[in-house]
């Protein structure tokens, strides 16, 4: 049973169709790598699955939860890490991870265990408002994995990364993998794509235009296989 | 986690922001004073109005404080995508309404022992009724916060929020703002039958709101 099931979807940003009819199925214990041109629809489909983005037509399925019946149920099992932060400004690291972990029903060591992990801990008490555009990216992943979420939607997780910021994240996501995770990422980066080994979807004006596997020592296409 | 224990993870979020920033201390109590002023000035305390009108000036007074808070408890939510880190936390939508009402309700209240206190000393009220004052208080500004919550969110996801907010909420608080000024009338007064009468009006207008409020914040939520 896939963890995404996603047919001929269609999402409307305004009057805008975002999405034109995408399908997409993610397995569990994949990683899958939203590539495509600004303005393809890469960030809609990560809000569709999230359920924050509602669908106008088609189907889609997350964890089994219809997400035109029902775009909420399914939240707790995943995490999304988009644009923004979505943290509080005048909450310091700590406290935005330890709110973020105690609302998703993680135990509280999971906020410190994220904190570590992302190297946040001697900014513990720092607030958000006086973070820089990395340290909050690292927020943003720590509050992430301080969900116990199987399912994890990333956009553009690299952005605002340093060398060794992105290094310590690919090795965080093929650990959560390995542990039978969930990952969906957006990316214009396609050697991180690459080094993680995605299975690439391509998304160009809406529509899934081709998919292939992208594995460090070679790309086999899905058509040629 | 159960219902309660969500709100009240939610308010002590909301009441831990306002600790470090300090925004209803430092802007919306000053405004809530100088708003009792300003009625001070303008109706003379000389000509013996003002302590007829007390009631009625310190509830107009906390309703415009109220106005603020609102606006702050949802501009919170609007930085850095948080209103979408709250849909997606996994809380209960009735969990969110209850921590946010109950944050504001806090605030408020802090700010009317202020008012009331300033009520006392330039209106020249004798304080009377105390029991009655606390009760009616309590019960009237849980329901300022629970339809400041409600209303708040309708206009949360809007660029015009800070002007809409205001257009929502007064004529909803009308029923509020009549019951509790004529509760601290007669308790004023020391007229406590009628006083006990019309807080219960209010007890009846506070469940009603949290009812409304629990039912219906998750789809407002949803739609801001």
């Not at chain 1, 399908?23 to 041109?37: H, R, S, Y």
């Not at chain 2, 109706?43 to 310190?58: I, N, S, T, Y």
């Not at chain 2, 304080?127 to 300022?144: D, H, K, M, N, Q």
Request: hydrophobic share 55%; glycine share 8%; net charge negative.
């Amino acid at each position: 049973m896939p963890v995404v099931s996603i047919r001929q979807a269609v999402c409307l940003l305004g009057r805008f169709p975002a999405l034109a009819g995408v399908d997409l199925e993610v397995d569990a214990g994949e990683i899958v790598w939203l590539a495509g041109p600004n303005g393809a629809g890469k960030t809609t489909l990560l809000r569709l699955i999230a359920g924050l983005q509602p669908l106008h037509r088609g189907t889609a399925t997350v964890f089994d939860f219809d997400l035109e019946r029902d775009r909420r149920s399914h939240r707790r099992r995943l995490a999304f890490v988009g644009h923004e932060t979505f943290a509080y400004d005048d909450l310091s690291v700590a406290e935005n991870l330890d709110f973020a972990a105690r609302a998703a029903g993680s135990a509280p060591d999971r906020a410190v265990e994220a904190r570590r992990r992302f190297g946040l801990d001697p900014l513990a008490a720092v607030r958000h408002a006086g973070l820089s555009a990395g340290q909050r990216r690292r927020l943003a992943l720590a509050t992430a994995f301080a969900r116990d979420a199987e399912l994890l939607l990333l956009d553009e997780p690299h952005a605002g990364l340093d060398a060794d910021g992105r290094a310590l994240l690919d090795d965080t996501l093929r650990a959560f993998v390995a542990n039978g995770g969930t990952v969906v990422f957006s990316s214009h980066e396609s050697d991180r794509a690459t080094l993680l080994g995605a299975r690439e979807v391509r998304i160009v004006g809406g529509v899934v235009v081709g998919a292939e596997r992208v594995a460090p020592t070679e790309r086999v296409t899905e058509a040629s296989r | 986690m159960t219902l309660v224990e969500e709100a009240v993870l939610v308010a002590a979020k909301d009441l831990r922001i306002e600790a470090h920033a300090r925004v209803v201390m430092t802007q919306v109590l000053p405004f809530g004073v100088v708003v009792l002023l300003l009625f001070a000035f303008a109706l003379d305390p000389d000509r013996g109005v003002l302590p007829v009108v007390a009631p009625g000036l310190f509830w107009v007074a906390v309703l415009l404080s109220s106005l603020l808070a609102v606006s702050r408890s949802f501009a919170i939510e609007a930085d850095h995508g948080a209103r979408d880190g709250l849909r997606l936390s996994g809380l209960d939508g009735a969990a969110i309404f209850l921590g946010k009402a109950a944050a504001i309700a806090v605030q408020l209240l802090v700010l009317e022992v202020v008012l009331l206190i300033g009520v006392f000393v330039l209106y020249d009220v004798d304080p009377r009724g105390l029991a009655v004052l606390v009760v009616a208080g309590v019960l009237a500004t849980t329901a300022i916060a629970a339809l400041g919550v409600t209303y708040g969110v309708l206009a949360a996801g809007m660029r015009v929020r800070e002007t809409l907010v205001p257009l929502l909420v007064l004529p909803i608080t009308m029923p509020v703002l009549l019951g509790a000024t004529r509760a601290f009338e007669f308790a004023l007064a020391d007229d406590l039958g009628p006083a006990w009468r019309w807080t219960s009006l209010i007890a009846m207008i506070t469940t009603v709101t949290i009812t409304l409020g629990v039912l219906s914040f998750e789809s407002l939520l949803e739609e801001a």
